[in-house]
């Protein structure tokens, strides 16, 4: 092998792009002054597409493999700069590399209410969110309307514009589903596949699809919200007898819990209640009979307070309220006097306890004799 040969094969390029980001979907492979040796080596690997701009004008795409860039393959370029079959000379070109794989979760929702007609609320404003994936269907149209010269496309830059495109068709299915607020959780999947389908010519001039998309969630406002809960707990009331045994029958099974015992003793007023009508009634289907009802006994008085009397360290009593009153006619008792009855906090003086009324009124001296 010549010298020739051997400088010739170290000029020879190799083009290729690993790509060590999550959110890349173009990027320009750069090259001082885009000039390529003929013969150079690409290296286009799985999701992945190369495409070549030659002049501003899209040339050939190359989908994964490796090739040799010689006239045979850029049938393109080659018809565009009329080379030969013998050309070998260096070519200036841009190659963009297409992330051809599935950009996942991005996220779409609803940025103002949707008003639809409910078939049983009437009038009804929901929101709704959820996540879609977008792919490169067809690389040279993405580059032709999207990407243009852009040297490095993210996904965040075309996600804005498709979020537009969902939500709009989205409202558009969702009124014209039919469908009642109550069943959308349960069409959510048919909601999104025919979403989906509705943009699908859109993404097609984009030269994208939308292989995933999904409606997590659609919910009303507040107030309505609050109005369904409201109406769930009166629908709920529509079983309270059933619940009320149902507990009834749980606190009886329960004899030591104070609900076993209250219910328990309503029982028994119950069959009591029974047992009178039962006897009213008469035997043997016999006319009832008058019943005088019985009058219950008056409750017994209460018990009177009994005092004792402490004089210079001398107990006496005990004396009845009606006693101490006359002590107090007779001067044997007064204000300053220390007695005690039972449930009092020791020796306190008269006029410290109840009988402090006897000497409210003083009586007028006695008459003279």
Known sequence: MGILDFLSGQFIDVIQWTDETRDTMVWRFERQGHEIKYGAKLTVREGQAAVFVHEGQLADVFTPGMYMLETNNMPIMTSLQHWDHGFQSPFKSEIYFINTTRFTDLKWGTKNPIMLRDPEFGPIRLRAYGTYAIKVSDPAVFMREIVGTDGEFTADEISFQIRNVIVQEFSRALAASGIPALDMAANTKDLGALVAKAIDATMIAYGLSIPELYVENISLPEAVEKALDDRTSRGIA?????????????????????????????????????????????????????????????????????????????????????????KVTEGALNRDTMIWTQGQDGWKQAVDTELAQLFTVMPPPPPAG
């Open 238 to 326: 529509g079983n309270l007898d059933e619940h009320m045994k149902w507990k009834a029958a749980e606190a009886m099974a329960q004899p030591g819990s104070a609900a076993g015992q209250a219910m328990g003793m309503g029982m028994g007023a119950g069959l009591g209640m029974q047992m009178g009508n039962m006897v009213q009634s008469g035997p043997w289907g016999q006319a009832p009979q008058p019943v005088t009802p019985a009058v219950a006994p008056p409750p017994p008085p209460p018990s009177e307070h009994v005092w004792h009397i402490a004089v210079a360290g001398q107990v006496t009593g005990p004396f009845s309220k009606a006693a101490m009153g006359r």
